[in-house]
């Protein structure tokens, strides 16, 4: 069973950087699609961004594309989530999620990590 661990989250002022790292356990997850979610209080869960397992295509959504870059590096295990000139609106719990097929859409993730909570300060 491969066990997902997300780090990096923290405080950072609007305009800042973080980068989250989401890291695999217990088995290799290089045949894995990954994707970051994040939801926001009171508010269900978004699509971020998304790479394939071989890291030949990523996807983002309109909010995040020119600020976020996604990678992996699947010697490590370790994907990651570049995030620049952040805003107060990206404020959320951020995720990361495994899946077969490379998808956008959430219920297709059948593997979860627990969050880790980014606050973009305006």
């Known amino acids: 069973q491969v066990q997902l661990v997300e780090s990096g989250g923290g405080l950072v002022q609007a305009g800042g950087s973080l980068r989250l790292s989401c890291a695999a356990s217990?088995?290799?997850?290089?045949?894995?699609?990954v994707g970051w979610f994040r939801q926001a209080p009171g508010k269900e869960r978004k699509f971020v961004a998304s790479?394939?397992?071989?890291?030949?295509?990523?996807y983002y959504a309109d909010s995040v594309k020119g600020r976020f870059t996604i990678s992996r590096d699947n010697a490590k295990n370790t994907v990651y989530l570049q995030m620049n000139s952040l805003k107060p609106e990206d404020t959320a719990v951020y995720y990361c999620a495994g899946t077969n097929i490379n998808t956008v859409v959430a219920a297709l993730y059948d593997l979860w990590g627990q969050g880790t909570q980014v606050t973009v300060s305006s």
């Open positions: 790479i394939t397992w071989g890291g030949g295509s990523t």
């Open positions: 217990g088995r290799t997850f290089s045949s894995y699609a």
